[in-house]
């Protein structure tokens, strides 16, 4: 929920949603949580045709939904502009289909806006960001449709992990794959895109 001890309770009413798609929502989520001025946020899926689809339906690439962080942000102390310097710095979106060896339309890039104010910033933004690329940027700008919260083991994974969610924390993120099933299953992590194709990678 929304971080009580950060935030007082009388500043909740301030708070605006944006919802992004950057590739394993896994540290997109945890970026975001290092961010001052952002309050929660949720993983989940966003963008599809199934209702209430699993993380293992999802990571098949067949029910349209993109992997996404909702972000409850004030805006008094974060910008929407400045949650898309985030997101555009977090990942490669000129890729499609995909970040990095996450391969699968699941991985793409997306904003999902919430408003007409965060669709113009977002296509202003995203032709700022241009200039940068040789390659067209591929980023879907898009209305947010139903978000569908991911399983709850999901929520806050790298935190879990251990790894630093502080505000202003600058260490080094570490992802570890796409996880398929849940810990009781086999030491396995398992992908599959959007071909079938089984890509099997090991614990570390």
């Known amino acids: 929920g929304i971080n009580a001890e950060y935030m007082g309770e009388n500043q909740t009413q301030n708070l ?10 896994w540290s997109v989520e945890l970026v975001y949580q290092r961010a001052v001025g952002v309050y929660d946020t949720k993983v989940g899926f966003i963008g599809g045709t199934k209702v209430n689809p699993t993380y293992k339906e999802t990571c098949t690439g ?14 008094q102390e974060i910008s929407y502009e400045d949650l898309l310097e985030i997101f555009w710095k977090k990942h490669n979106p000129t890729q499609a289909d995909g970040q990095g060896n996450d391969i699968g339309s699941q991985y793409r890039s997306g904003i999902f806006y919430h408003n007409d104010e965060q669709k113009r910033i977002a296509e ?16 879907e700008i898009t209305p947010a449709s139903t978000f569908y919260l991911a399983e709850e083991y ?3 994974y790298l935190e879990k992990g251990g790894q630093c969610s502080s505000k202003g924390c600058n260490d080094k993120i570490r992802c570890y794959g796409c996880l ?9 992590l398992l992908c599959v895109d959007l071909g079938g194709r089984r890509i099997i990678k090991k614990k570390k």
């Open 62 to 75: 067949t029910t349209g939904h993109a992997e996404a962080v909702q972000v409850k942000f004030n805006p």
């Open 16 to 25: 605006e949603t944006a919802t992004f798609a950057a590739g394993c929502y």
């Open 124 to 139: 202003e933004s995203k032709a700022k960001h241009q200039a940068n690329y040789k390659q067209p940027i591929v980023t």
């Open 180 to 188: 398929l099933y849940t810990s009781d299953a086999a030491d396995d």
């Open 154 to 156: 999901h929520q806050r």
